[in-house]
Structure formats: C-alpha cells, structure tokens
C-alpha cells in the first residue's frame, strides 16, 4: 500500500491521471484546477477549463436536461432569479421576470407576434381563445371612457338606424356618446339633481354652491370630532361629541364689532390690559392685584432686586427663615433695642471689622459679640461686670467672680506685653497630653515618608530624637534566617532557602501565556534527581523526537528509535527495516523522512521479523519529501500516524 499525504491546497502542475473517479465538494470559478486540460478515462471527456476558469464541454447531459454540441437546449421546466431576463445576442432583455409573478416585454420599437391566431388558435386570455381578429379589435381604436356594462346598454337598443338616424337632425355626434358613456351616475342619482338650485340648501336634493362659492342653510350638522375650516386650513374649529368647541392653536380670533361674553358678561377689557397678565402664574390673584395698585412704583422698587437674608443696597431688607441678616456695612440711629424674642444666640452679631460709633444705645438680654475687630468710637459700659483699671503691661483681664480684674500670669505659663505666651521648659507633662495627641493629627502617607522626618524616643530616661533612616535600619539588623535585610532596605534570599512549599498554585498558571516559543526558550529540570538545571526547547525537543536525527543517505538501512531521514536524492528502490522488537518500549517512535525522490522509485519502510505495520503491509514512500511517523504501541506491533 501507498500513502500520499497533503495538508492544505495541493498545486498541480502538468497532467494529472486519476485512476478511479474524484470526488470534488466543490469547483470554484477560479483555481479549482489550473491546466492547459482536464483528462480522464472516466467521468470527463472533451472538456477544458482554461486560466479564467471558463469551462468548455462538447455536450451536457443529465436528468431532465440535455444541451448538444451546436448549444440546443432540452429541458422540461425552466426557472430564473426574481428581475432576471431573457434575450437574444442583439437584444438582452427581451422578457423580464419580477419577483411579484409580472412579465414584462421589453419596451420600445418591439412586436409581440402571435403568428398563428386565425380564429382557431392563438392568442388566449384566461384560457379562452380571443376569436376577434387585429382588424375588429381596432374598430376601438381613438374611442375613449367605454366600459363593459357601455357595450350591455348597446345590446339593449331597440331603436331602428332610421330612428337614430333622427338624432342627427339635433346636432348629436359621436362626441356626445363618447361623453354619455362616460357617466355612470344612475337615474336615482341624476335625479337629486332636480330642482337643487345654486347657493340655496333644497331639502333632499344636491347642494350647488354659488358664483362666489357660498351656500346658505338653516343649519350645519358636523359629525362628532368633525372640523370646519377653510381651504388652506380644514380643521380651524374642531367639535366633539361632549359639546365642546376647540379652536386651532395657530387660529387668531377677530373680533371686528360687538363685545366678547363670558357666561353672558361682556369683556370690557382691551387686548392690550389683558396682555399685561401675560405669563403670570396661578399664584396671581385679585386680592392681590389689589394690594398691588395701592403700593407707589417707588414703594415697589423698594421690593424689586431684595434678597432675603442679604442686604441689597436702596432695597428693603429681608429676614432669612432664622430671623437673620447678612452683608449688611452699618446699622446708624440713635437707639437699638433688641428683645429676647429677637434673639437666636447673640442678638448682635459683628464680623470682620464692624463699626459701633455714636451715642447708640443697645439694651436686651442678649449678648454682643464681635467677631474680629471691633472698633468703639465712644464708651462701653457693662455694668460692674467689665473694669480696666489699668494697662500694665502683661497683665491680662481675669474673672474673680465679681468682675473683671487686671492679673499677671505665673506658673507654668508667662505673659509678655505683647501677648506671646511663652510655656516653661520641662512643664509640659504626660498627664497633659490629650488622648487624640497622635490619632487626631493629620494622616502621614507612606510616599510622603523621608528618611530625614523625626520621632521622639525615650533612650534611658531622657527624651531624644531618632531618624526614620536610623530606625528602619535598626529593625533590618535584627533580621536573619533564610533572608537577610542590609542597611537601606536591600533584602538577600539565601542560596537554597527557597523550598518547594514556598511556591505558590499559580506560579506556572499565573504567568503570561507563551505564544511564540523559540529554540533557545529555557525550562527547569530536575537533573539527578535533586540537581535543578536548565534546558533549551531545541534539546527537549531533540529528546522527545528520539535523539539527534540519523541521515540514511541513498541506501538500504535498519532504523533506529528516532527521526531517519533520505540525507540525498533516492535513485533507486530502497528498504528500511524497522528496528527489532527487542529493546522497543511501548510509545518508542521512528520519524522517517524522505528526500527528492526521482520518478518511479520509492522508499519502503518494512517492518522486521515477527512484526506488523497496521494492516501487515509496507509503507512506500513515493512523493518528494514525503514523512511518515510510527509508534510500537503493543509487543510486535506498529501503527501507522
């Protein structure tokens, strides 16, 4: 047995035999199969395919079908794709296909020519034979708006050609006729027409509009939802079944005499004082508007532009929802009384640098309190409850549960005249420090770190300060064991410390995948076992493909484990004798590969004494560079992948 393998689109280039019929799933139009011919002793015979892909047969014949050598074509039905035609060499398109079932002859200077219609065969309509020949048919010619029941009507004259011929002498022609069959009103119809008289409604009878295209009734009946309107706008009054009456919204009401009424009021009101309600909302109301005409445009430029809680310059001054005012400069009079419904907190409140000069009098029960500078321009009198019986310098006001008195501070804590406080050294203890001292200072980010920033460390008693620099290095030092951490944070993995426990599941399935791998890639490999080494994907490979490739030259040869290989042009017949069944181990492979391999000569790989290929039969290799792999899958026993 032979066996010819082929993986991907084979070129052929020369003839081709084929001993047997092929089988084809398809043949493309183009480079299905290049060649000057297509020969076979069975199933093609007198074709061509040229280089186009353009195929030429002396004849075709199938099932139904049949074309001979002069192009006539035999077939029992013939279908086309929906808008495809039919034509001759002149003429493509002569009859056109529709998808709907219509037949088109082509149009234009072209005649459709039923050459054998003489009464008795021919043209047929529905199945039945049109018996009127060209000449009869033409008698209509020129004569317009007849319709079957016309040629019904013309039946039914009873009237003699000499009674017809009377109506000659009333100036009737054929035109007349022509119009008379054009109506097909019937008698009761025609009769609503009898005595309707223009722009006049006539009970019963069809409505004639006047010369100026006007009509006069007792009433109009509209259906419900029914429009009147006029002719460049037919739905300008819209009546409903409900009674209502809606206008059009782009439709202006004009009013040239009379008054509007609403619920039988006359509207006294000009267009132009109902417009001044234009956009106003439903919080408008007469009581209202009534307030409204009584204020002065004055008094209500007092109220335009007020912000309420805020001080608007020559604007009334509103209360926000807290009974409170802001961005006022200055408040100038004589007397302020503030009571204690007044207040909410401080009854007087003064930011930035306010200002209380004169002779102003503030009296309640609230406090005053100023926030920033307060400047007095006059005295400020407190009762017994605010004295200043001096200004010494570093004494400051002190409560003595009577009043305010002048006091130096001592202690822990001094005074200068200036105000500087200045904390005793060694007095600021323990017991002092709040619990939030560390937790309620603003988070130091780990990158905002410097080996320069400070602690305070307690060394022996004594309060010094220590480097984060000193302190990280101080905590290295004390490391040991497989790793080691030197000064500025360089950590050593010991030689062999790394254990196979340490590693984690993913540390092969975590990586990136490998998509491209190359000869010199490198793996890990346990060498011994107990020595871990490296290795190349090229020498895997060479291990996984039985050794190092052996060349067989052009010669006969007993085969090894391995890839085999023609290392020159076979000339000749040559055996290659698989290797003996001993010293073969299940999954053992022999790769063997060919080389050119000149006409009528092959490679046939046989198997040795007791064994067996497959089928019992040897493999011949016969192409150019042709491979075969076989595995011993069982004792004696070869297959063929």
């Known amino acids: 047995m032979a066996y010819k393998f082929q993986v991907g689109p084979a070129i052929l280039s020369g003839s081709t035999t084929f001993k047997e019929a092929v089988a084809v799933d398809s043949l493309l139009s183009t480079n299905a199969i290049a060649g000057s011919s ?41 279908k086309v794709d929906d808008g495809s035609t039919i034509g001759s060499d002149s003429q493509a398109g002569m009859l056109a296909f529709a998808a709907d079932g219509d037949l088109t002859f082509h149009d234009g200077a072209f005649d459709f020519d039923v050459a054998s219609h003489d009464g008795s065969n021919g043209l047929k309509l529905g199945g039945v034979l049109l018996t009127s020949n060209a000449a009869e048919l033409n008698l209509l010619d020129n004569v317009s708006g007849l319709v079957k029941a016309d040629f019904t009507k013309l039946a039914a004259i009873t009237a003699t050609a000499a009674e017809i011929n009377d109506l000659t002498s009333n100036d009737v022609d054929a035109s007349d006729f022509t119009k008379l069959a054009a109506v097909t009103s019937t008698a009761a119809e025609l009769n609503l027409l009898d005595q309707a008289a223009a722009a006049t409604v006539v009970n019963s009878k069809a409505v004639i509009y006047g010369s100026g295209g006007q009509v006069q009734a007792a009433s109009v009946v509209v259906a419900d939802d029914g429009a009147i309107g006029a002719v460049g706008d037919l739905d300008m009054i819209t009546l409903d079944a409900g009674n209502d009456v809606t206008f059009a919204s782009d439709l202006d009401i004009i009013m040239a005499e009379g008054k509007l009424k609403l619920g039988s009021v006359a509207v006294t009101s000009t267009a132009a004082e109902l417009n001044k309600l234009d956009g106003a909302d439903s919080n408008v109301t007469a009581a209202k508007l009534n307030t409204l005409s009584a204020l002065s445009d004055a ?16 604007k009334a001054l509103v209360l926000d929802s807290d009974k409170r005012v802001a961005s006022v400069d200055r408040f100038t009079g004589n007397d302020f009384r503030f009571s204690e419904e007044v207040k909410s907190g401080n009854a007087i409140s003064i930011s930035g640098s306010g200002v209380i000069s004169g002779s102003s009098h503030f009296q309640g029960g609230g406090n005053i309190t100023v926030a920033g500078d307060g400047v007095f321009g006059g005295e400020i009198s407190l009762g017994s409850l605010f004295k200043m019986p001096d200004n010494t310098s570093g004494k400051i006001l002190v409560a003595d549960g009577t009043s305010f008195q002048e006091a130096a501070m001592s202690g822990d804590v001094t005074i200068a005249s200036g105000g500087a406080t200045t904390i005793g050294a060694g007095k600021v203890l323990h017991s002092m420090l709040a619990d939030d001292i560390i937790s309620g200072q603003g988070e130091l980010a780990h990158a905002d770190i410097n080996d320069d920033d400070e602690m305070m460390i307690d060394d022996a008693g004594v309060v010094k300060k220590v480097g984060v620099d000193s302190l990280r290095d101080h905590f290295f030092g004390v490391v040991s064991g497989d790793a080691a951490i030197a000064d500025g944070g360089v950590l050593t993995i010991a030689g062999g410390a790394v254990h196979h426990s340490m590693l984690s599941d993913d540390v092969i399935s975590g990586q990136d995948a490998n998509t491209d791998p190359q000869d010199a890639d490198l793996l890990m490999l346990d060498d011994g076992p107990g020595t871990v080494k490296k290795i190349t994907l090229a020498n895997l ?13 052009d010669a006969d040869a007993t085969l090894t484990e391995g890839l085999q290989y023609a290392s020159a042009t076979i000339t000749a017949n040559r055996t ?24 009528s000569v092959a490679i046939t790989v046989e198997p040795a004494s007791g064994q067996s290929i497959d089928d019992g039969q040897p493999v011949k290799l016969e192409e150019d560079y042709a491979a075969l792999t076989l595995v011993y899958v069982a004792a004696d026993t070869w297959r063929l992948v």
């Open 541 to 553: 490979g060479v291990y996984f493909a039985g050794g190092v490739p052996t060349g067989r030259g």
């Open 38 to 78: 297509l020969s076979a002793s069975a199933g093609v015979s007198g074709a061509s395919i040229d280089s186009d892909g353009d195929a030429t047969f002396g004849s075709i014949t199938m099932s139904g079908f049949a074309v001979d050598a002069d192009g006539d074509t035999a077939l029992k039905s013939l």
């Open 576 to 599: 290659w004798t698989l290797p003996a069944s001993a010293g073969l181990t299940v999954g053992d492979k022999v790769i063997v590969k060919a080389a050119v391999v000149n006409d």
């Open 299 to 314: 008094e209500i430029g007092f109220v335009d532009g007020a912000s309420a809680g805020s001080g608007v310059a020559s």
